[in-house]
T-cell receptor
């Protein structure tokens, strides 16, 4: 069984500052994907960033980057130059790529507040 | 660019009633799935399908049925609604067996069972 843990129920950051959201996971598989999804008040699940476990290089998407530590099973999300539109729930998720039939395993989420 | 379409967006049911949540995708994805989201919890997998005619149970399947007669559609049926099924339901689709594993989500259905 796979588990994903987000230890920060809520985080607050000043606009234009940098914030890091934590995620740890547990899996016995060696080949998997990790994701960060954003869920604004509209409820829509929006993919923020994706990391393949076999890639050593950390993924980056504009202001969003990850720190992927495979040995430590850690996958944190860094948001630089925070904007008011970044306010949302953020979910870390894991997908075993050996078949994917088990679907995504999600953490419980981190509520990100942006202070103007 | 419809993506994944879920209907309805909101629904109130009485205990014991049945209903079907609809999900359709136009991306020719083989894999489709249903999740429920409860307060303080992440999304949890209810049922999934890897192609037409093939379905299987996820983590929390009790009280729900699914079928997959076409690639595009994957309805979720509540046979006899219970208050414990009050939740937000998401349908998702993705390619199956490819290295590109991004899941596309519908906008969710907020279901209240009274």
């Amino acid at each position: 069984a796979q588990t994903v843990t987000q230890s920060q129920p809520e985080m607050s950051v000043q606009e234009a500052e940098t914030v890091t959201l934590s995620c740890t996971y547990d899996t016995s598989e060696s080949d998997y994907y990790l994701f960060w999804y954003k869920q604004p008040p509209s409820r829509q699940m929006i993919l923020v960033i994706r990391q393949e476990a076999y890639k050593q290089q950390n993924a980056t998407e504009n202001r969003f980057s990850v720190n992927f530590q495979k040995a430590a099973k850690s996958f944190s999300l860094k948001i630089s130059d925070s904007q008011l539109g970044d306010a949302a729930m953020y979910f870390c998720a894991l997908l075993y790529s050996g078949g994917g039939a088990d679907g995504l395993t999600f953490g419980k989420g981190t509520h990100l507040i942006i202070q103007p | 660019n419809a993506g994944v379409t879920q209907t309805p967006k909101f629904q109130v049911l009485k205990t014991g009633q049945s209903m079907t949540l609809q999900c359709a995708q136009d991306m020719n994805h083989e894999y489709m799935s249903w999740y429920r989201q409860d307060p303080g919890m992440g999304l949890r997998l209810i049922h999934y399908s890897v192609g037409a005619g093939i379905t299987d149970q996820g983590e929390v399947p009790n009280g729900y049925n699914v079928s997959r007669s076409t690639t595009e559609d994957f309805p979720l049926r509540l046979l006899s609604a219970a208050p414990s099924q009050t939740s937000v339901y998401f349908c998702a689709s993705s390619y199956w067996g490819a290295r590109i594993a991004e899941a596309f989500f519908g906008q969710g259905t907020r279901l209240t069972v009274v």
